[in-house]
């Protein structure tokens, strides 16, 4: 799918809601010291929102892909948020839908091979429309559950996040994985 989004990147040096390190490591087997450049995130929370038989996703450019993705809701944690306020608030600010139940359903390493940040996967039931702005080049997405398998399959749906939360739900709903 091609956009019509232009992106041009610049070194970051300022303050950021990460940071990043510069790791040494060693183990007693060799004298070998390993560099590492380690991403410190505060992690996030994603939500599988389930509204009848149909998963609330958004549509939005993201420039580090250079692409438009279909996700889930979801987003960081801000400073002191626990990760079932931070899923809530998601919601509202990118579906304008509200939760009336948000069960925890797991937590995943985004990229442990260079980030430390986590995403807290959660399921929203009985769902609620609120007064709602949208947020800015975002897109409401209704995806039927049980299509979500060969988006998946297919490429449609890339997100890792989206992808492990969609196939876990999916899954349940049709008696593969318990409780």
Known sequence: MRHQY?????????SAFFTVEETRTT??????????????????????????QDVLCV?????AVDDVLLEL???RCEPG????????RELREETGYAAGT???????????????????LFLATDLQPVLWGGEAEMQVYRLPLG???????DG???????????????????GVLHD
């Open 6 to 14: 232009r992106t041009v990147s610049t070194p970051h040096h300022g």
């Open 27 to 52: 183990h007693p087997s060799t004298p070998d010291e390993r560099v590492h450049h380690v991403v410190r995130h505060p992690g996030g929370a994603a939500i599988v929102a389930l509204d009848g």
């Open 59 to 63: 549509r939005q450019y993201r420039p």
């Open 73 to 75: 809701p979801a987003g």
């Open 81 to 88: 948020e626990a990760p079932a306020d931070t899923a809530a």
């Open 102 to 120: 948000i069960t925890p359903l797991l937590n995943i390493f985004n990229a442990p091979c260079f980030c430390d940040g986590i995403s807290h």
């Open 147 to 153: 299509d979500a398998p060969a988006w998946v399959a």
């Open 156 to 174: 449609r749906i890339t997100d890792a996040k989206s992808i492990i939360g969609l196939l876990l739900v999916a899954n349940k709903a049709h």
